[in-house]
């Protein structure tokens, strides 16, 4: 009879985790021979007996209730709840400790399996094992969804951390709307008034028409880039003093689309083309000297499908050699002689729709504002609604007098100021 007595090592751990392969555990096989038998073991028999027999050690299973800090019969608000609170605390751009990224991937596995009925059935049952071997799991974690997308699912966007190397090409290789131009025009001081039509030629990137804005090359598609793996990054590594420093940088090969395409002749890629086109503004009644109009969609085409930008139209307004404008108001001035301002008169003055007359009262002083109602600038968006016209009255005195032109002034003082 033959007996077999094994000698176990007690396997090694880390600090950290375990990791599959990173420590193993020997197995001794010794040959025992029983008193009871006077059956010699051959060398053939033996040959166990000088074999030392290599296993690794199974990686330890992940607790996913653990690693969420909840128990088995939580529900699935505690179990969001932990979730988003781990999700920040280990998020790697927030927590740079060795191991957080690791430990971030894991908060997010236990999250999906424990917030999904089936999964969760399987893993009370047969642990991460019976996972790995459903039908809707692989050999290994990388079937779970992308933790960072998880995070983002949460959180919007990116949840104010950069995803780094996972976003995927397809989300950076999506459309982009095209940047807004500028255009400035000067009009003159009357269409700023009553608003015009003016036809103006702009050159702007409009959409390639070979490729109709894609940039690929026709009866082409796009593949992950093989430069950056799809992720559309590069990250540099510089060992310092001080530590490890690392540098993401967009990938100069799909230019951070983390994909790649033969690009069209005609675009180079671009997916737009410099051309000029022929437009026509309308100005609307009532505008100024700095304002700003919108024309929707005529700006640059857009990258890879995306809207166009818009075509902003600066607005400068030539000066009025009489009127000036103030708001919906205009102001102008005009000289009358002194003996005009005394005896009242009519004169004509110069309005935006044209010469007008204005009467002058008798006695007018000088400097005295007359209104002429209703003769100013339509309102901007309001045209039937119009602002006036302030005329400045000014009275010109003579700078020397004939002899009759004295006497006479004389004559008039005399009678105006009998006592004096």
């Given at each position: 009879?033959?007996?077999?007595?094994?000698?176990?090592?007690?396997?090694?751990?880390?600090?950290?985790?375990?990791?599959?392969?990173?420590?193993?555990?020997?197995?001794?096989?010794?040959?025992?021979?029983?008193?009871?038998?006077?059956?010699?073991?051959?060398?053939?028999?033996?040959?166990?007996?000088?074999?030392?027999?290599?296993?690794?050690?199974?990686?330890?299973e992940k607790d996913y209730y653990a690693l969420l800090g909840v128990s088995r019969d939580a529900d699935k608000k505690t179990i969001k709840t932990n979730y988003r609170k781990k999700a920040r605390q280990y998020h790697p751009d927030v927590n740079k400790e060795k191991g957080a990224e690791e430990m971030f991937k894991k908060?997010?596995?236990?999250?999906?399996?424990l917030t999904d009925d089936n999964k969760k059935a399987i893993y009370d049952q047969y642990g991460e094992a019976g996972l790995k071997g459903s039908s809707g799991f692989g050999a290994g974690?990388?079937?779970?969804?992308?933790?960072?997308?998880?995070?983002?699912?949460?959180?919007?966007?990116?949840?104010g951390f950069s995803r780094g190397a996972g976003a995927s090409g397809e989300?950076?290789?999506?459309?982009?709307?095209?940047?807004?131009?500028?255009?400035?025009l000067q009009i003159d001081f009357r269409d700023a008034v009553f608003g015009c039509e003016k036809d103006i030629t702009i050159e702007h990137l409009g959409k390639c028409s070979t490729c109709t804005g894609s940039g690929m090359k026709n009866n082409t598609s796009s593949t992950s880039c093989s430069n950056c793996g799809g992720t559309g990054q590069q990250v540099q590594?510089?060992?310092?003093?001080?530590?490890?420093?690392?540098?993401?940088?967009?990938?100069?090969?799909?230019?951070?689309?983390?994909?790649?395409?033969?690009?069209?002749?005609?675009?180079?890629?671009?997916?737009?083309?410099?051309?000029?086109?022929n437009i026509v503004v309308k100005i609307p009644a009532g505008v100024d000297h700095g304002s700003r109009l919108r024309i929707r969609g005529e700006g640059n085409a857009g990258r890879r499908g995306g809207p166009s930008g818009d075509l902003y139209v600066f607005l400068s307004v030539k000066e009025?050699?009489?009127?000036?404008?103030?708001?919906?108001?205009?102001?102008?001035?005009?000289?009358?002689?002194?003996?005009?301002?005394?005896?009242?008169?009519?004169?004509?003055?110069t309005t935006v729709d044209g010469g007008a007359e204005l009467k002058v009262p008798p006695g007018t002083q000088p400097h005295t504002i007359l209104l002429m109602?209703?003769?100013?600038?339509?309102?901007?968006?309001?045209?039937?609604?119009?602002?006036?016209?302030?005329?400045?009255?000014?009275?010109?005195?003579?700078?020397?007098?004939?002899a009759e032109e004295r006497r006479l002034i004389e004559s008039l003082k005399a009678i105006a100021s009998p006592g004096a």
């Open positions: 009879l033959h007996s077999f007595s094994t000698t176990r090592r007690p396997p090694c751990r880390s600090s950290s985790s375990i990791h599959a392969g990173a420590c193993s555990l020997k197995t001794f096989i010794r040959p025992k021979i029983s008193l009871k038998s006077n059956t010699l073991l051959s060398k053939n028999n033996l040959n166990v007996s000088r074999r030392s027999i290599i296993a690794r050690a199974k990686p330890e908060i997010s596995e236990a999250y999906e399996v974690s990388g079937d779970f969804s992308n933790p960072f997308d998880l995070f983002d699912s949460f959180f919007g966007g990116m949840g989300q950076r290789f999506r459309p982009i709307p095209g940047e807004d131009d500028r255009y400035d590594a510089t060992r310092t003093p001080l530590g490890i420093f690392q540098q993401v940088t967009a990938c100069p090969r799909c230019e951070g689309t983390g994909m790649s395409f033969t690009r069209c002749e005609r675009c180079s890629g671009d997916g737009r083309i410099r051309e000029t086109k009025h050699p009489e009127l000036r404008r103030d708001g919906i108001n205009i102001h102008s001035h005009v000289e009358v002689s002194y003996l005009d301002a005394i005896l009242g008169t009519t004169v004509k003055v109602a209703k003769k100013g600038v339509p309102r901007l968006g309001s045209p039937q609604l119009r602002g006036d016209h302030l005329v400045q009255l000014r009275v010109r005195l003579p700078s020397r007098l004939n």
